[in-house]
């Protein structure tokens, strides 16, 4: 596993949760220069985007649906990308998977681009 994320867990609708992400020391790659971001998937559904952000962390797009709650942030140096979700809803329940995108930018961040995966990590939000 080269990415490994951290961070999920059991909480209440309206609290809040940070995941984190980091290139596992093992793998000996960087992303320093690769966009990062965090897909999920909840039970019974297919895997979405969630949010990205750039490279240098100039540029950052979210999914409609975390848009104004979630804020993603990367910190070049530590080959880290974080996402601090606010006000959660039972909703947002899933198996969150970071993400290195082929890509420096945040446009072409899909699915379909993706240079290495995470393991997941479970957040669930209880009403």
């Known amino acids: 596993v080269q990415l490994q994320a951290s961070g999920g867990g059991l909480v209440q609708a309206g609290d809040s949760l940070r995941l984190s992400c980091v290139a596992s020391?093992?793998?000996?790659?960087?992303?320093?220069?690769?966009?990062l971001g965090w897909f999920r998937q909840a039970p019974g559904k297919e895997r979405e985007f969630v949010a990205v952000?750039?490279?240098?962390?100039?540029?950052?797009r979210y999914s409609d649906s975390v848009k104004g709650r979630f804020t993603i942030s990367r910190d070049r140096a530590k080959d880290t990308v974080d996402l601090q979700m606010n006000s959660l809803k039972p909703e947002d329940t899933a198996v969150y998977y970071c993400?290195?995108?082929?890509?420096?930018?945040?446009?072409?961040?899909?699915?379909?681009?993706?240079?290495?995966w995470g393991q997941g990590t479970l957040v669930t939000v209880s009403s």
């Open positions: 993400a290195a995108s082929l890509y420096s930018d945040t446009a072409r961040y899909s699915q379909d681009y993706i240079r290495s």
């Open positions: 020391r093992s793998s000996r790659r960087t992303f320093s220069n690769n966009a």
């Open positions: 952000i750039s490279w240098n962390g100039g540029s950052t």
